[in-house]
């Protein structure tokens, strides 16, 4: 069936959707708390610029205005963003980074990044803390190896003391 059917989109699709399906995943899926959902900021509170670009890129970053300046008009929080070399992106990303300040400001540790960073923390932890209980254990290993050595090594010495056993 596939085979009669020539490049038109419905082979495109079954195509990707065959190659999207995985048989085995060794990945696991988090069950922890889900996120709180991403911020939204109204368009009515937000004033936008373009201005013109600074720092690497040559004269084509110095003269177009691809820059985006946001200025959320109730709390006076202003970000500006140059990621890219468009516009439209960098007006995203600005929105996203607004957003997430404004939420920060309003929610404190309740906010989606303050969330993030404290699950990285306590990742970064639980790292921390498995890494020092495995050298920990290696540790103490080689300690109990090095003395059964020397309890090996005295033994030997006592018994060749110059007396051979007879009397």
Request: net charge positive.
């Given at each position: 069936?596939?085979?009669?059917?020539?490049?038109?989109?419905?082979?495109?699709?079954?195509?990707?959707?065959?190659?999207?399906?995985?048989?085995?995943?060794?990945?696991?899926?988090?069950?922890?708390?889900?996120?709180?959902?991403?911020?939204?900021?109204?368009?009515?509170?937000?004033?936008?610029?373009?201005?013109?670009?600074?720092?690497?890129?040559?004269?084509?970053?110095?003269?177009?205005?691809?820059?985006?300046?946001?200025?959320?008009?109730?709390?006076?929080?202003?970000?500006?963003?140059?990621?890219?070399?468009?516009?439209?992106?960098?007006?995203?990303?600005?929105?996203?980074?607004?957003?997430?300040?404004?939420?920060?400001?309003?929610?404190?540790?309740?906010?989606?990044?303050?969330i993030k960073a404290e699950r990285e923390r306590k990742k970064k932890a639980s790292k921390m803390k498995k890494s020092r209980?495995?050298?920990?254990?290696?540790?103490?290993?080689?300690?109990?190896?090095?003395?059964?050595?020397?309890?090996?090594?005295?033994?030997?010495?006592?018994?060749?003391?110059?007396?051979?056993?007879?009397?």
């Amino acid at each position: 069936m596939l085979s009669t059917i020539r490049s038109s989109p419905m082979k495109r699709a079954i195509n990707t959707c065959i190659r999207s399906i995985r048989p085995f995943s060794c990945t696991t899926q988090l069950l922890g708390k889900p996120m709180p959902p991403r911020p939204k900021l109204d368009d009515a509170d937000i004033t936008g610029t373009y201005l013109k670009g600074t720092g690497p890129g040559g004269q084509k970053i110095n003269k177009t205005n691809s820059a985006v300046q946001l200025i959320h008009k109730p709390t006076g929080i202003v970000v500006k963003s140059q990621a890219t070399r468009s516009r439209s992106q960098n007006q995203k990303i600005a929105r996203q980074i607004l957003a997430e300040k404004v939420e920060q400001l309003e929610k404190g540790e309740q906010s989606r990044a303050a969330i993030k960073a404290e699950r990285e923390r306590k990742k970064k932890a639980s790292k921390m803390k498995k890494s020092r209980r495995k050298y920990r254990t290696l540790e103490e290993e080689k300690k109990r190896e090095d003395s059964e050595e020397g309890e090996g090594v005295n033994e030997e010495k006592e018994g060749a003391g110059g007396h051979d056993g007879r009397l």
